[in-house]
């Protein structure tokens, strides 16, 4: 198989879509089951295939009941126009969908009701994604725009609490709207959970994308920026403030005068290699 091909052997039905599957299976919305599965497979075949286009290393694929999700093994150092990319992938391929179900609607090919269902359907699953909270693909644009401008871990810290928010948010709408809507609770306890895991991982996650940094697979370098860290500052605080795109130079002062100046691999280099996981800068320049 190529790499192409591999895609397929990597797709997994989430038990939520299952469990809906089994019900429109069960009241007879065979055509509705149809138009979602349509709808959900090309959605996240749109991500992945983006992500084979740039090499990415994808894990695999879940289908869920709105949407889907691609893992990989990416950890924050791609290009930011890659990421984009990726994500922006998914919502695209909802363009394509409505034309083609539209022009089969007009040449008698598709029936009014099946392209109403349809277009409610594609519709649907398109806001749904672009709802500003981890992990939908509208949460993960966001997250670009932090990580653009703001320290990787910042940028963590700042998509968490967007999202948490707008899940409030989101209840609160249900709660108001729709109390007994079931789908809309499903969703709610998804990202609940999900929010959950990723607050879990983030320090994890941060790791990983400082040891992608130490072993030279950061992928975009656009200029240098520098850091001016006080001598007595723990490595690992100064590793906080590392941003995706940039090197850094790092620049140590003692008592407003510049001391001395050292490369970002040399600090990474100390973490990682010699294990000075609570060394200060000034006793990192006795090493180098």
Same mark, same amino acid.
């Given at each position: 198989m190529n790499r192409?091909?591999?895609l397929?052997? +990597?797709?997994?039905?989430h038990?939520l879509l299952?469990l809906?599957?089994a019900?429109a299976l ?6 509705a089951?149809?138009?979602l599965?349509?709808?959900i497979?090309?959605h996240?075949?749109?991500h992945?295939?983006?992500?084979v286009y740039?090499?990415?290393r994808?894990?695999r694929i ?5 949407g ?6 990416e950890?924050?150092n791609?290009?930011l126009k890659?990421?984009l990319a990726?994500v922006?992938a998914?919502?695209?391929q909802?363009? /394509? %969908? $409505?034309?083609?179900?539209w022009?089969m609607?007009?040449?008698s ?8 269902m349809?277009?409610?359907y594609n519709?649907?699953? %398109?806001?749904?994604?672009l709802?500003p ?9 966001l997250?670009l725009?932090? @990580?653009?401008? %703001?320290?990787? $871990?910042?940028?963590q810290?700042?998509?968490l609490s ?8 989101f209840?609160i709408?249900?709660l108001?709207? @729709?109390p007994? $809507?079931l789908?809309? /609770?499903v969703l709610?306890?998804? %990202?609940?959970? @999900?929010?959950?895991?990723e607050?879990?991982s983030?320090?994890y ?21 520098p850091?001016t860290?006080?001598a007595d500052?723990?490595i ?7 941003r995706r795109?940039?090197k ?5 002062? +003692?008592d407003?005068?510049?001391l001395? $100046? ?5 600090v990474l ?9 609570t060394? @200060?800068m000034?006793?990192l320049?006795l090493?180098?």
């Amino acid at each position: 198989m190529n790499r192409w091909t591999e895609l397929i052997a +990597k797709l997994h039905i989430h038990p939520l879509l299952w469990l809906v599957m089994a019900l429109a299976l069960m009241t007879g919305h065979i055509k509705a089951l149809f138009c979602l599965m349509i709808v959900i497979l090309i959605h996240e075949l749109g991500h992945a295939a983006a992500a084979v286009y740039f090499s990415w290393r994808i894990k695999r694929i879940f289908l869920l009941p709105f949407g889907g999700a691609l893992e990989v093994d990416e950890h924050g150092n791609r290009p930011l126009k890659e990421e984009l990319a990726v994500v922006c992938a998914g919502p695209v391929q909802h363009i /394509w %969908l $409505q034309s083609a179900a539209w022009l089969m609607s007009v040449n008698s090919l598709l029936e009014p009701k099946m392209f109403d269902m349809f277009t409610f359907y594609n519709l649907t699953i %398109l806001l749904m994604n672009l709802f500003p909270v981890w992990p939908l693909d509208g949460g993960k644009l966001l997250f670009l725009l932090f @990580s653009k401008y %703001l320290p990787y $871990q910042k940028a963590q810290q700042m998509i968490l609490s967007v999202s948490c928010v707008g899940c409030a948010l989101f209840m609160i709408a249900v709660l108001a709207v @729709s109390p007994m $809507q079931l789908s809309a /609770w499903v969703l709610l306890v998804f %990202l609940s959970v @999900s929010l959950y895991r990723e607050y879990r991982s983030r320090h994890y996650a941060h790791i990983r994308f400082l040891l992608e940094r130490y072993y030279g697979k950061e992928r975009e370098v656009r200029r240098l920026a520098p850091l001016t860290v006080c001598a007595d500052e723990r490595i690992y605080n100064v590793m906080l403030m590392f941003r995706r795109g940039c090197k850094h130079p790092i620049i140590i002062e +003692k008592d407003g005068e510049k001391l001395s $100046q050292l490369d970002e691999n040399e600090v990474l280099h100390a973490y990682f290699a010699d294990k000075r996981t609570t060394s @200060s800068m000034e006793e990192l320049l006795l090493v180098y």
